[in-house]
């Protein structure tokens, strides 16, 4: 991914004037690619890291600190937030990107074909490894049902869990989104997503590829 | 009543037995749900057991007529059409177990104030699956009478969804106003659902029986 690219940069600075302005983002979107000649590739890139100003302010006022979810229900995106471990720890920097709204979001949007590795249990024991040190109450782990071998992640998410000591469950889901915006609306649960759809309709949620790439850098 | 083979055949036999036994697993569902709302697990499991053991036995029937269709008398397109309504109707006794091993594993203390629901939604999944039986025999003898029971087991089914949705709106009041914990909600709403789906299932196997009239009626 070109993010130092001067084009893309002017491309992202337009944008952003025009969602300033309340311009419909799909329009501006596509007006500012246009203009621009980008690529799908390119389009992507903006499409989920530049958003207005309020909107940004909006979601960075409901980021909470990990250490928040003591005591506290966690209820984790699950794909949305391994994926974007994964490609933290396979040092796949050029898909992940810092948004506008101070969310660590992963570009690649391999979500539909996402496939277990050899660094996907790697990745999970390191999420619920930093998760078990801020003793949150309960965890729920969703899933994506559609998602291939979805129930065998889910087998190895207990198993970890069961080891580290956490209490929780793992939820097989058709709808992930719906279900974590229906269950979000309890001051005593926190979301880890970046998912803007699911930040948009709860109270705070916590950013944990972040804290991988804090460490990284 | 019209026998379209005269005597009763092996099939017709195998056929009736088979949602006999889907239907014996419902009801068993029931009893597993009574020492679910007291909290008796030790004697729900034994029920867990039963209802495995019938949906094996039904399983086994189904096996059974499958191989007297090859033998038997039908004609190949409705031979088709008999195996695809045998296996839909076995996989309404999947749903029941589904269900029972859902309560078993998740041994949850049940909130007395959602007895009456589940009661209701227990209840309404029985009733459309002991129709889908009703169609099912009648398909050998009388195929308008067959086609009208269809019709009823769609119409249980859409009773169950609405009560099925009411429950699960209730679970979220329940959760929102923490008088339940997100671990009982997230096991409840799972078992609401699982419940539903046996009498959605009910209604897939009720949706081939049309088929199966028109082809017979040519």
Known sequence: ?217 | MKRFFGKETNIEKYSKLHVELVYACARKLQDVMKHFYEGKFDLLDKEVEELSRLEHEADEIRRKMEIEFYNGAFLPFDREDRIILAELVDAVSDASQSAAYAISLGKINFPQSFKEDFEELTEKSCETVSVLRECVSLLDTDLSAALVKAHEVEAKEEQGDIIERRIICKLYAAYRKKEISILKFIELKNITEKIGNIADRAEDASDRVPIIVAKRRG
């Not at chain 1, 983002?25 to 100003?53: D, I």
């Not at chain 1, 005591?71 to 490609?87: Q, R």
């Not at chain 1, 074909?113 to 790697?122: M, R």
């Open chain 1, 1 to 217: 991914m070109q993010i130092k690219n001067g084009k893309i940069k002017e491309a992202a600075h337009d944008l952003r004037f025009l969602l300033n302005r309340k311009y419909r983002k799909k329009n501006a979107l596509e007006f500012v690619s246009n203009k621009y000649l980008l690529n799908r590739q390119e389009r992507n890139f903006l499409a989920r890291s530049v958003f207005s100003k309020s909107k940004s302010d909006e979601r960075r006022a409901k980021i909470t600190n990990i250490d928040e979810i003591e005591g506290k229900i966690l209820i984790v995106d699950g794909y949305n937030v391994l994926i974007t471990v994964e490609s933290i720890l396979y040092g796949d920097f050029d898909s992940i990107v810092l948004c506008d709204d101070n969310v660590v979001r992963d570009l690649k949007a391999v979500f539909g074909k996402y496939k277990f590795s050899e660094i996907t249990e790697i990745a999970l024991n390191q999420i619920l490894t930093l998760i078990s040190r801020y003793k949150p109450l309960n965890i729920v782990f969703f899933l994506d049902n559609p998602v291939s071998f979805s129930g065998k992640l889910a087998g190895l998410v207990m198993d970890i869990m069961g080891k580290l000591g956490l209490k929780g469950i793992v939820k097989l889901s058709k709808n992930v989104d719906m279900e974590i915006k229906a269950m979000a609306g309890r001051e005593d649960v926190v979301v880890a997503t970046s998912d803007s759809v699911i930040i948009d309709n709860v109270n705070k949620f916590v950013d944990i590829p972040s804290y991988f790439l804090n460490n990284k850098n």
